[in-house]
């Protein structure tokens, strides 16, 4: 049965914010998997990494299994360490988005994040060679790509995640944009990323949303939603689709993909559920269909 994940949230939430979040996951979300962690910036990990080990109690105790992740980005000497204190583990499961973190992890078992850029066979056999076990593929890959890396990963008895929800991950940088457009720098950002909590927008000259900004990390301004191809992925062999954290009920967005999946509803009154849940957002899958990523193929095109 394909499993139903729920990937880091990536956005500076309060502490108050994700005991309350994670609570809901734990008690009412039909969620198999949840990545827990900070993956975009350290300075932020203070604030919610005491509240880490009675999270993971909380979602163990509610049916779920936990899996940490480590940083995108890994530039300063206590990134280093805290990503190799956190490869050293041997529970919970570890999910590494990041060389340094392969790196530490020393070909112990472990998962693939997405910002490990697994675009193809080749690159997945070779990360299987070095322990991986499963492979979240990166958020651009286009349906037949998909399908190739889901096969060669049923063959090197791998398990492949696609993301199906929730805003795309573009680029991370060096610099944080979030901080530089409120005049601040990011030694001295002042958390502003915190007044966003679905990332900052972003709009053209001409008054047009285009991108959302969360501290280092650039992602689009609509969401990921391949409701409608989540059977198409389910039958090439993905074991594993992601829901990433937004500021949405993500209960609901969780309950209307598991009734999909488990047949309970047809695809028209899903998507009807899932866009009066996300209302006055805009839906993307155009990755999925080989177009630009911003663009909504219609579900009868996508059949």
Request: aromatic share 6%; hydrophobic share 40%.
């Amino acid at each position: 049965m394909t499993k139903l994940t729920l990937g880091p949230i990536a956005y500076h939430w309060s502490a108050e914010a994700r005991r309350d979040f994670y609570a809901r996951i734990a008690d009412e979300a039909p969620i198999d998997e949840v990545y827990l962690g900070e993956v975009i910036c350290s300075k932020r990990a203070p604030f919610h990494e005491v509240d880490l080990p009675a999270t993971i109690e909380r979602l163990e105790r509610g049916g779920k299994r936990v899996i940490l992740s480590t940083l995108a980005e890994v530039m300063l000497k206590r990134e280093r360490k805290a990503t190799a204190d956190l490869a050293a583990m041997d529970s919970p499961e570890i999910e590494i988005n990041n060389a340094a973190g392969l790196f530490a992890r020393g070909k112990r078992p472990h998962r693939i994040g997405p910002f490990m850029n697994a675009y193809n066979e080749a690159t997945i056999a070779w990360m299987a060679g070095q322990g991986a076990t499963h492979v979240c593929l990166p958020a651009e890959m286009p349906g037949p790509a998909i399908a190739t890396a889901a096969a060669t990963a049923r063959d090197l008895g791998l398990g492949v995640e696609v993301q199906v929800f929730g805003r795309a991950s573009l680029a991370v940088s060096a610099r944080c944009y979030h901080a530089r457009a409120h005049g601040r720098t990011k030694d001295n950002c002042q958390f502003v990323c915190e007044e966003d909590a679905d990332g900052m927008p972003l709009r053209t000259t001409d008054d047009h949303p285009i991108l959302r900004v969360n501290g280092i990390q650039t992602q689009s301004e609509s969401y990921i939603d391949l409701l409608p191809e989540a059977g198409q992925m389910v039958a090439v062999g993905i074991t594993h689709l992601r829901l990433m954290p937004q500021a949405v009920d993500m209960v609901a967005v969780a309950t209307t993909f598991r009734e999909l999946l488990n047949g309970g509803r047809n695809v028209a009154e899903a998507e009807a559920t899932l866009r009066q849940t996300c209302d006055g957002i805009s839906f993307s899958n155009g990755f999925y269909h080989s177009q630009a990523g911003y663009r909504r193929i219609a579900a009868a095109a996508a059949g």
